[in-house]
């Protein structure tokens, strides 16, 4: 989708299930992010909205998954739902920077912090991994520090677990290759389920 096309969807969709777009947040392989607020509800959220139709089960997937688990490291998912023939996403919106810029802005932390970040890190992995959930792309950029220093853990484009049909090509690999453990490379996540953890 080009940069006008986005424009334009943009106008036209200044509204989604109640919630009133606000500005966009950020971008992935799929769609776009918005911030939006639902004056019903009094609640700010952020909106992913799929632009590549041809991942249109990927993204299903994603909101499955997501609904499917809560923990206070790993962000909420509101609602999926369809407007006319384009698929959103409703979840919380996290305050904060996400932990790349967090890390940049700060430069060396305390050995104090670090263990706090990474605790967190570990216990929403360890949530997914007792449910059979693999998260595959697991980066400084999927997480966000919040203001009182809660670590929230964002983005499941890639995520499956085992009820999660074949959506990637024999032969391919998902992922974000300078953050991909040996063992993705060789298929063997499986049996390293906690790999996630030290790609920082």
């Known amino acids: 989708m080009s940069h006008l096309q986005k424009m334009e ?24 992010v918005y911030k939006a607020f639902n004056a019903v509800l009094n609640r700010t959220a952020a909106i992913k909205i799929l632009h590549q139709k041809n991942m249109g089960e990927r993204f299903k997937n994603e909101a499955y998954i997501q609904s499917s688990v809560s923990h206070p490291n790993i962000a909420r998912l509101y609602e999926y739902l369809v407007t006319g023939d384009t698929a959103c996403i409703i979840m919380e919106y996290v305050e904060g920077d996400s932990l790349d810029v967090y890390l940049h802005r700060r430069g060396k932390l305390s050995n104090e912090e670090t263990e706090n970040i990474v605790k967190q890190i570990a216990a929403a992995l360890a949530h997914l991994h007792n449910r059979d959930i693999l998260h595959r792309d697991i980066k400084p950029q999927n997480f966000k520090v919040q203001p009182n220093g ?5 983005d499941f484009g890639i995520a499956k677990n085992k009820y999660t049909p074949k959506l990637t090509q024999q032969g391919y690999l998902v992922g974000t290759t300078e953050y991909m453990a040996p063992e993705q490379f060789q298929q063997l996540v499986q049996k390293n389920r906690m790999y996630g953890a030290w790609v920082f």
């Open 9 to 32: 969807y943009a106008n036209k969709y200044q509204e989604i299930g109640g919630y009133r777009l606000i500005e966009k947040i950020g971008s992935g392989g799929m769609g776009d």
């Open 150 to 154: 809660t670590v929230t853990m964002l």
